[in-house]
């Protein structure tokens, strides 16, 4: 009977497979992969790379699908405007995002590394295959990596790596349009980079970085640099799906031999799950951090059990558990937590979304100013509001004063419009006739209008002298220091 346990030798988990024992980097030459789960994951990354390139030309409600524009600390998400303003809400969306790769982790493991990561997307399906088409396979890389300088050489290098920077150009191009917008680029194609320097420079700094980690960083982004592949040995149990070897059919493995009479595991030690890894691991030493689930060992693998006429599936999606014990994939009480939790952010994510005020106002009385006496009579306070607009419209705003009975007066004027998108700011004197102040601090009620509809009442405090049936009119000056002690 076969062991049901793994390889005793684990020496593997304290070395790296693309560094020597004198810490110098293995170049990686991976075997170009073919197969069922290789067509799958060729179509599912072209509808990626589709839609990534023509995202930042989608526009919902004349607005982009999606931006996110950290320097004016403006973010679209999916058509959801997202302001400073909204930081709660913008916080709250990133938690319930990262509550659900958790969630997805737990469930199916790294297969958003291998499958739907722009890293591995770009690497595998745009450089990797040009790399294929103009130096070869895997055993081809090696002879001309290994080979002297020469014109066949430098041509195909020279080719090779312009390709590689013309591609890196388009991807931060793409990059540049998802946080300045697609409008502010095309004025920097159209106007000229002396127009832009600032622009361009951003575009040249974002080729730059992409063409090194595709020309030469590759799998070390994936195994040191993504915090996501480090944090995924602390998500994964014995129930988390993964391409995984079975070791319980596949041990021992070893060379078909006519007429052995040692019973064998069904892996023959061919190596090619090890050939086409991208990372250059050996899946059969079990689940890896450099492994990013993309599936090529399993192509490999069932082209070989093919061959021998054996089943296939030696390696194949599957949890510890499933192997071991013949446990079925499913959910447990720790994915039902992380669903529940899940699902309340979401639940109030979008409760918040559904209630906020797109239009949102700040009304202060001016710091610092007392009440003034003006020339009819009537004493006033100096007002500062500020109007936060979040919808793509120009609002004309209209105050209309409930509490108490007096007139607004506009510094700069009585019309205020505040533009699409941006922040509106105004000043104006509060005038109350003396007789209508019946305390030093009066409460103060204003209404805010937009295009016949109440968008927000705000309230504030008017400070002012107090008059009395059996009193005459304080001074100002006794007035103001009344204020004074009011305040303290």
């Known amino acids: 009977m076969k ?11 304290d070395e790296l497979s693309n560094v020597d024992k004198k810490g110098k980097r293995l170049w990686i030459f991976p075997k170009k992969p073919k197969g069922k789960f290789y067509d799958y994951r060729t179509w599912f990354s072209w509808l990626l790379m589709g839609l990534m390139f023509a995202g930042p030309f989608m526009k919902l409600n004349d607005r982009p699908l999606l931006l996110l524009n950290v320097l004016e600390r403006k973010f679209i998400i999916f058509g959801m405007v997202f302001w400073p303003q909204d930081l709660n809400l913008f916080a709250l969306l990133m938690l319930s995002f990262i509550l659900f790769i958790i969630l997805f982790t737990i469930l199916f493991g790294r297969v958003w590394c291998g499958w739907a990561c722009p890293q591995t997307v770009f690497m595998e399906m745009l450089f990797r295959k040009i790399e294929f088409m103009i130096d070869g396979d895997y ?41 300045i917008g697609i409008d502010e680029l095309k004025l920097l194609a159209f106007d000229g980079p002396q127009a832009h320097w600032g622009k361009f420079a951003s575009l040249l700094i974002f080729t ?15 195994i040191f640099i993504c915090p996501y592949g480090r944090l995924q040995g602390l998500m994964l149990d014995k129930n988390s799906m993964v391409v995984a070897y079975d070791f319980v059919r596949g041990e021992p493995r070893g060379k078909i031999k006519k007429e052995e009479t040692q019973v064998k595991g069904d892996c023959i030690d061919c190596k090619l799950c090890v050939h086409v890894c991208p990372t250059g691991i050996d899946i059969r030493n079990g689940t890896q951090l450099e492994c990013i689930n993309c599936t090529a060992c399993i192509d490999a693998c069932d082209e070989v059990m093919v061959k021998i006429e054996k089943p296939k599936g030696l390696v194949r999606f599957a949890s510890v558990n499933n192997i071991e014990k013949g446990t079925k994939l499913g959910l447990n009480l720790r994915n039902g937590a992380y669903g529940v939790v899940l699902l309340a952010l979401l639940s109030v994510f ?18 610092g100013m007392l009440f ?10 100096l007002y500062s509001i500020e109007f936060v607009n979040k919808t793509f ?12 009975k007096g007139t607004i007066k506009f510094i700069d004027g009585s019309d205020i419009v505040v533009h699409k998108e941006s922040v509106g700011k105004s000043s104006f004197f509060l005038s109350v006739d003396p007789k209508e102040i019946k305390q030093i601090s009066s409460p103060v009620i204003i209404e805010v209008w937009s295009n016949g509809k109440l968008i927000e009442e705000m309230k504030s405090k008017f400070n002012g002298p107090v008059y009395s049936n059996s009193q005459e009119k304080l001074g100002d000056k006794d007035a103001n220091e009344a204020t004074e002690e009011t305040k303290k």
């Open 3 to 13: 062991s049901a346990e793994p390889l005793a030798n684990d020496h593997y988990r």
């Open 139 to 179: 055993q081809q890389q090696k002879k001309l990596a290994d080979s002297e300088w020469n014109t066949n050489k430098i041509i195909k290098r020279f080719s090779k790596h312009t390709l590689f920077w013309i591609l890196s150009f388009v991807i931060a191009n793409t990059f540049l349009g998802y946080i």
């Open 208 to 222: 730059t970085v992409f063409y090194f980690v595709f020309a030469k960083l590759r799998e070390l982004v994936c």
């Open 350 to 367: 979008f409760y918040l979304m559904a209630t906020r005020q797109l239009v949102e106002t700040t009304l202060l009385r001016t710091p």
């Open 372 to 381: 003034q006496k003006q020339a009819d009579g009537t004493i006033s306070n």
């Open 393 to 404: 419209e120009e609002l004309p705003v209209e105050l209309k004063l409930i509490e108490p």
